[in-house]
């Protein structure tokens, strides 16, 4: 799968680039833990990230999501792929971009903000530890701990020396990002950060990172199931379902005219103000199928609504949209030539 | 005017940080003062290990030095407060100084299956898959054992003597430890601040290190306390055996077992080193105990 596929625009070396990237867990039990299965959690997943840009991906639980952030900063290895960042081939070797210097661009915050703070650390040692594990200077680290901590809107003075089951919630996510922020990265990997967050507070640090982008020219990978959130910081955004991009492009073309009838179920399900404009229907029955043994071909097609039999039979790749709008999509209904009956009429055909 | 809202409103801050800024063992200190149980077992501990170090200074007479007139005296007697045993030597002053053999031998066993076991099961649970496998399962081949059969076979092919019976103690909690730490060190790998960790670029001996270990470390610890009893018990038993200590140095169990032909002429005697045993061994119990539920701080 190429590039230009990916929607990616043209010129210049992207920040991220994720060539066919996959990750099958063996599910193992019975006698002698065989094999049993394997959970395709990541299948043949692309994409690039632009310099400076926010690129969202959504999906529904277990499509993953947090496994793909996890591949990128190698926390779990990948069975298949390529990361290259900056234009250099993650790994070992000449014109290779090493690892441990990898993880010096690129930080990630978690989720649960609870466990990814140890319980036994001060603030300042949790913020510290990132750059003394980079040859900072312990009192270097220190005083930049206090000052990542001030940038994320919590008082040096007062937060300093206290522990995390003293913060709230929203506190503790702050002390996440200054702690991803304090190795100075240029790509920040948002793994639902803000998912388990209330409202209010969400909408803070939504604002904080963004300021922080700004400030300090960040590129942001932001992973979450919120529709709403996901429109309003990304600049692209990526669809995943179960293992697989299904559609990718620009975040006011994917959300004026979605493409793939999954993009558009979920994009009908997000409720609307408008009570007039109410979903009437559920877009979407049942749960998705089990990463275990997915569905062959297109993977939506037992819950695809325009599913034919060469949905079944054959997978679709992901291609450039024919109207060129920098978006790309997985489904034979939109592909010219695919075999779908509803198909718009190929080049060729 | 306005420095002196400054300064008050600093000190304010000041404040708040003083009353909120409680660590981990801060939080535990507090809970732990308030266990009256657990201070008196502290208390109870301190004086017979005082006692036991001091004993040189603090018994009144040779624990060594025997009488054939004065055998079996009763609790109470002149110049013998404690009555003497079959060999005639003061109780007291043997049970002082029996003291500093028995807890040695309670302490420093668990002390060495703490370095050992903890060491294993950090690894074994720190790198999962097929390490852990492999240190696991070897260590239930000895988990299989009785505990005192283990340590009896060990100390019997090994010969009678303190440092064997030490090596066979040591051999007897490596295991037990070992599964604790393993457990729980597999809980604590699997939070997000040890991927958080790794993801910094930090190696897997800091990520151990900074993260893992003081995390571990407090509940193993407990564990060990309250294993220091069972070793204490069982060293006891081994010289109870004639496996352990060797007369005619003092030591609890094996006081027991010399002074258990003389049971029906001065049973009170033959007590007593029993009943030292028994608090000693209730005490580390107790007090684990208490730093168990105090340390079970839901941060």
Redesign the interface.
Known sequence: MSAVVNGARAGGTPLLSVQDLRKYFPVTGGVLNRQLATVQAVDDVSFEVERGETLGIVGESGCGKSTTARLLLALITPDAGRIRYGGKEVGEGAGRIPLRELRRHAQMVFQDSYSSLNPRLTIEDTIAFGPIVHGTPRREARARARDILGKVGLDPNLFIRRYPHELSGGQRQRVNIARALAIQPDLLVLDEAVSALDKSVEAQVLNLLSDLKREFALTYLFISHDLNVVQYVSDRVLVMYLGKVVEVGPVDVMYREPQHPYTRALLSAMPSMDPDRRTEDAPLAGDPPSPINPPSGCRFHTRCPFAQAVCRDREPPLVADVAASGRSVACHLVTPGSGHPDAPAGPSA | MSQATETSAAMV?AA??AA?????WKTVWLRLRGDKVTIACFVVLALIVLSAVLADWLAPADPYKTSMLKRLKPIGTEGFPLGTDELGRDMLSRLLHGGRLSLFMGIVPVVYALVIGGALGLVAGFLGGRVNMLIMRTIDVLYAFPSVLLAVAISGSLGAGVTNAIVSLTVVFVPPIARVTESVTTQVRS???V????????GTF?IIR??VL??VLGPVFIYATSLISVSIILAAGLSFLGLGTEPPHPEWGLMLNTLRQSIYVSPWVAALPGVMIFFTSLSFNLMSDGLRSAMDVR?
């Open positions: 801050d708040q940080v909120q800024s409680r660590g981990y939070l997000d601040f991927d958080a960790a790794r993801a910094s670029g930090a800091t900074v993260h003081s995390n941060l």
